[in-house]
C-alpha cells in the first residue's frame, strides 16, 4: 500500500488488530524485514514501511533523519492513528528519539533497540566506504552487504556456520547504493545528544551486548539520559538482535503502557 506524505509516496503495510505499534527501520531495511516481528505481535496492529532510500517509498533529492520522523508521524495521520507504540531499530532508533521528542503526545510508549546519539565514526567509515565503492563501480554490492553482516552479527554465530560447513548468505535483491548515500548523508550530521532530556514517554532501551556496529556502552548512554526508561542488555546478542530474544519484553512492556 502507498500513501501520498510530505511530498513523498510511502509503502507502508498495515496487518493486525489491537493496539497500533509503529516499527522503524534502521540503514538499508525496508518494512519486509520487519515480518518476522509482525508475526510474533498476534493481539497488535503493526504498521511497517520504507523509509526514503529504500524499499518502494519513492522521493526525490536528500532528507534528514528528523524528515524521517515528520514521514511516520504523516502516516500515522494517513492511517487515523492518533497514538502508538513506537519501536525503533539502530538508525530508526534515532527516527522514534526525535519522534517522541517532538510529538510525545503521539506516543504510547517507545521502544529503541541497538540505539545511539549519534553514528559511531567506524561504522560511518565502513558503510560509507563499502557504498562509495560501489557507486564509483569498483565493487559489487555484495561487499556492503558482506560488512553489513560482519558488523551486525555477532561471532558465535559466524562460529557456528563455519564449524557446519555454511556461510551467511547476502539478500538476493539489495537496495540502490544512491538511496543508500542518502540515508548515510542523514544519520552522519544527526545528534540526538540533547533531545533525550525531553523524552516524556515510558521508554524501554535493548542492546545487545556483543554490539560491535554500536557499542553497548552507547546504548546506556541514551538510556541513563531518557528519564525513567529502563535498559535491557542481551549479553549474547550483536547489532541484529534476534526478536524471539526481546519480544516477550517488549510486549510485556507495551502490555503495561496501554
Known sequence: MFAEVNGIR?????????????????????????DPVVGMLDGY????????G???TECGGPFTVE??????????????IPKAHVV????????AQILASRHCDRVKSLTLISTYRTLPCRSDYILTE???????????????????????FPEGLFRSLRDS??????????????????????????????????????????????DIMVEPSEGAAVAGAVPGSRLLILESAGHSIP????????????DSNV
Not at 45 to 52: F, I, K, Q
Request: hydrophobic share 45%.
Open 88 to 95: 525503533g531499530w539502530s538508525m530508526g532508533s534515532q527516527v
Open 45 to 52: 496492529r503493526a504498521v511497517t514501511y520504507d523509509n526514503r
Open 130 to 152: 563499502m557504498n562509495d565503492l560501489v557507486l564509483r563501480g569498483e565493487a559489487p554490492m555484495d561487499v556492503l552487504a558482506i560488512a553489513v553482516n560482519a558488523f551486525c
Open 165 to 210: 560447513g555454511r556461510r551467511m548468505e547476502v539478500p538476493e535483491k539489495m537496495e540502490a547504493a544512491e538511496g543508500l548515500a542518502d540515508q548515510l548523508d542523514a544519520m552522519r550530521v544527526c545528534d540526538t545528544t540533547d533531545l533525550l532530556s525531553e523524552i516524556d514517554v515510558p521508554t524501554l532501551v535493548i542492546h545487545g551486548g556483543r
Open 243 to 254: 526478536p524471539e530474544l526481546y519480544l516477550g519484553e517488549l510486549r510485556s512492556f507495551m
Open 10 to 34: 510511502m509503502s507502508y503495510q498495515d496487518r493486525g488488530e489491537g493496539e497500533p505499534v509503529v516499527i522503524i527501520g534502521g540503514f538499508g531495511t525496508n518494512g519486509a524485514f520487519w
Open 67 to 80: 524528515d524521517l520522523a515528520e514521514d511516520a508521524v504523516a502516516l500515522m495521520d494517513h492511517l487515523g
Open 54 to 56: 529504500v524499499g518502494d
